[in-house]
Every structure is written in C-alpha cells, then in structure tokens.
C-alpha cells in the first residue's frame, strides 16, 4: 500500500547538524500530517515534530529552536533539519504520515518507516 523510506541518519559530534529525509510512495491520494518521532533505548517513542498539509508545525519542546520540519507535498517527502545536536538527541529516528488516504480503501490509515539511527558523541 504504501511505504516510508527514511536516510540522513549517521553519527555526528555534539554541535553538529543532521538532516532526515522520509519519502512515502505508494497508492496514496493524500497525506494530512508527516512526522517525525524518535525513540531511545529504554524510553518510549515521543513526537519530535510534525507538519500539516498546509504548513502547520508542531515541535517537542527539546527540539524548538534547533530542528525544523519541512514537506514538499508535490513529493510526499517530510524533512528535518536538526542543528545543534546534542548526546540527548541519540535516538532512532522514525518517520510517520498520518491521515493518508489510500486508493481503493475507505478511511484513513496511518504508516510508520523502518527508523534511521542518529548518533551525536565526540
């Protein structure tokens, strides 16, 4: 039905900037709200940021002002930019579309990728 691919993970020193890449692809009519989410060892996976169809963001309070969220809708791909990374930022990195309307199913669905690894130490 429909797939999220993930890339941009990687290692990074604290200070350092990353930036994720998530594209769906699929039978996919509509995409109401993309996100990202991350989830570190032990802990429970938490909403990092998301973005409405029409631009609207919502960020986690941790991350305002250092990551930024961005969709090209054209292209059914979610990105963020994370500047001044830090070792609280280590996580798997996991990218959502909510709302999606799928050709030749009734409703909306929800869709998670596979997690892309971030890693920030010296």
């Known amino acids: 039905q429909v797939q999220l691919v993930e890339s941009g993970g990687g290692l990074v020193q604290p200070g350092g900037s990353l930036r994720l890449s998530c594209s769906a692809s699929?039978?996919?009519?509509?995409?109401?709200?993309m996100g990202w989410y991350r989830q570190a060892p032990g802990k429970q996976r938490d909403l990092v940021a998301s973005?409405?169809?029409?631009?609207?963001?919502n960020y986690a309070d941790s991350v305002k002002g250092r990551f930024t969220i961005s969709r090209d809708n054209a292209k059914n791909t979610v990105y963020l930019q994370m500047s001044s990374l830090n070792p609280e930022d280590k996580a798997v990195y996991y990218c959502n579309a909510d709302r999606v309307r799928v050709r030749g199913f009734y409703g909306h669905r929800k869709y998670w990728g596979k997690g892309t690894t971030v890693t920030v130490d010296s």
């Open positions: 973005i409405a169809t029409g631009g609207s963001t």
């Open positions: 699929g039978s996919i009519l509509s995409i109401n709200t």
